[in-house]
């Protein structure tokens, strides 16, 4: 005989991800008794960036949220989210949750420290898509050393080699790299950038580096001294807000390059601006901005020494795809029963 689930985990789906697609891998791999109900967060592209910012910077109450489905609290076992952010106020009317799990790696749309409180693990995505924005930031490297940019740029309006570059085309190869921040995509970068011969340097407190071979921890002062392209790979945190102000930016070599994939407000990004300008920093790769989409007026759009993504680096057809299946798999050993891998009680998996 068929008797309803007891058990509901809430799915809610966003822009990039439905909820659909969320759920699907993850619906063979529940014990009996789960079902799963698919929400779709019913905004546009857009405003779902600016909601993830606004929450970015000042956690998820700030949000404007849609309204979630009116589901039976009782049965609630569990809530798989995207992008949509979860408030503490939200959380609270769902008494019985076991996890809660969202797709992304970074947290900061979750209201944790409610999670903690209760003992519900938290289980995230990390590593979703850092190979993506690992061999976005090497390409993007490379395209700003040999000025693909500007040479498209250039046979698009009519022309053919772009204006003689100030400081010629250069190669990778032989470059002292520094890598700040050594987690996920920090790591693999390192890796990536192994066949081109580099040498690499990494400024990250909490990171272990034994088993990554060729790379050399040093503290952050002397990375910036040293590195003739610094790239930043930590995540955004009160800590590491404007990690790179003005200061630290000083100590970079005239003719070092800054790589920033990561988070805007990692450096101070009016100083750096200062410093490209007058020529005390050679220039910058930026594929994230203080604001997104970077304003018309605004003076980065036109310095020729700094290459522009509009936020691309994690964005792949095979991020996406994966991002479901590698939750499902964490999110399932959760539920599994003891002796098999749990979270701690309020913590993340990973
Ligand atoms: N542009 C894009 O499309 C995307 C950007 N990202 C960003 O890439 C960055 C890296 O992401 P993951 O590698 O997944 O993060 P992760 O959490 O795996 O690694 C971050 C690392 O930063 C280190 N860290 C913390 N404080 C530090 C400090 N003061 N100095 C140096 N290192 C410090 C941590 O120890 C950790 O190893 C994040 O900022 C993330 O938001 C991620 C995905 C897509
Ligand atoms: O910055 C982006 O575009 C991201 O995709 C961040 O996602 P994450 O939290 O690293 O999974």
Redo the contacts with the bound molecule.
Sequence with gaps: MLTAPDRLILVIGDPFVSAAAMAAPLRPLLPAGYAVVEHDWPIALEEAVEVNRVVERAGPDAARLAPLPDLDAERLAGVVTGFHPLTASTLSGWPRLSFVATLR??TEHIDDAELRRRGVPLVNN?????N??AE?TVASILGHLRHVGEGHHAIRTGGWRPTAPKRGYQELSGATVGL?????????VARRLRGFETRVLV?????DLSGHAGVRGVP?PELLREADIVS??????P??RH?LGAAELDLLAPHALLVN???AE?VDEEALVERVVDGRIAGAVL??FGTEPLPRDHPLRVLPSVSLSP?????TVQARTRAPALLAERIVAVLRPSGSQVAAPGGSLL
Excluded: E, K, Y
Aim: aromatic content about 6%; hydrophobic content about 55%.
């Design positions: 790696a970074g990390a590593g979703r898509n850092a993506a924005v976005f700040v921040g050594f987690g996920a995509v920090g790591a693999l400024s990250d407190p909490w990171a952050l930043l790979h930590a995540r955004l945190t800590q590491t990690l994939t990561a988070r990692l594929d994230v936020h691309l680096a994690g964005s």
